[in-house]
């Protein structure tokens, strides 16, 4: 069994089961099991801000995690002493190519675009811009077009592209150039000294394919999107990526069941382990 293992996940519609499809009726218990081993060092990626992924532990009962990358990646907490404390490092790197008066200055040049409606204030911050996007509007023309606007800007920006399924809304975040969820990932990897072979990642939608096609073990729970399921197909040859599919456990692969199972496909030592504490589950 490897000594440590750092698991990082998506919350909404991979942790959370708060998509269409069902969840496992005993899946967040054993995974509730599963990281409370020592060995395992739990971080939650999301594009929630703090205080969203603080509810999401009360309203989900979640284990608390000892990381947060949150924001789309643009932030980073750590967890000590019982409260959360920011990575000033993370920010600090994400600054050498953002404007010092933080994204509203990249919003004056977008506030007046016809697509795009900016998302509540509580979804921005410093290093993210976030704005609703009709599903009808040809997003990778949209995308195109304001990345062209803001280079002539000079603005070096990193856009993520995604669909909020339940509202059936497209989401568009504008973040520094270097600040992904990926990125994020890498960094708290190289700051805590885990390597590949003690990584993991698990997602389901847009906002976590520059994971979900990077370098890192992965894995995409059974719920995510046939499309994105297509689209990461095409890659796989290249790229390390599980695709859970349900049966591990007597479980359906949704939410945190496909989590597990793409835990045991990679470290197939872990599920033994489960196997033999099931009973005092």
Request: with cysteine; aromatic share 12%; proline share 5%.
């Amino acid at each position: 069994m490897t000594d440590c293992l750092l698991l990082c996940t998506d919350l909404d519609r991979t942790l959370i089961p708060n998509g269409a499809a069902p969840e496992s009726p005993q899946a967040r218990t054993y995974f509730r099991q599963f990281v409370a081993q020592p060995q395992i060092t739990l971080a939650y990626v999301t594009g929630r801000h703090l205080a969203l992924i603080d509810q999401a532990i009360l309203d989900y009962q979640l284990p608390h995690p000892q990381f947060a990358i949150a924001d789309v990646g643009s932030s980073i907490y750590t967890w000590q002493n019982s409260q959360w404390h920011r990575w000033q490092n993370w920010d600090d790197h994400l600054a050498t190519d953002w404007p010092k008066q933080g994204a509203i200055a990249i919003h004056h040049y977008l506030e007046n675009h016809p697509a795009l409606q900016l998302q509540e204030s509580a979804k921005q911050s410093h290093y993210k811009l976030s704005y609703y996007v009709d599903l009808q509007e040809n997003n990778q023309q949209l995308l195109i077009e304001i990345k062209t606007l803001l280079k002539q800007q000079n603005f070096s920006t990193h856009l993520i592209w995604s669909i909020d399924e339940e509202k059936q809304v497209g989401l568009l975040d504008i973040l520094p150039s270097q600040a992904n969820k990926y990125q994020a990932i890498s960094f708290l990897m190289a700051a805590q000294n885990f390597s590949l072979t003690q990584t993991i990642f698990a997602g389901d939608s847009g906002n976590d394919e520059a994971v979900l096609s990077s370098p890192i073990p992965a894995v995409l729970v059974a719920n995510a999107p046939q499309t994105l399921k297509q689209k990461l197909q095409n890659t796989c040859d290249r790229t390390p990526i599980y695709f859970a599919q349900g049966n591990c456990l007597g479980m359906n692969g949704n939410y945190s069941a496909g989590i597990l199972e793409g835990i045991f496909y990679y470290f197939p030592e872990y599920q033994q382990w489960l196997n033999s504490t099931e009973g005092n589950i």
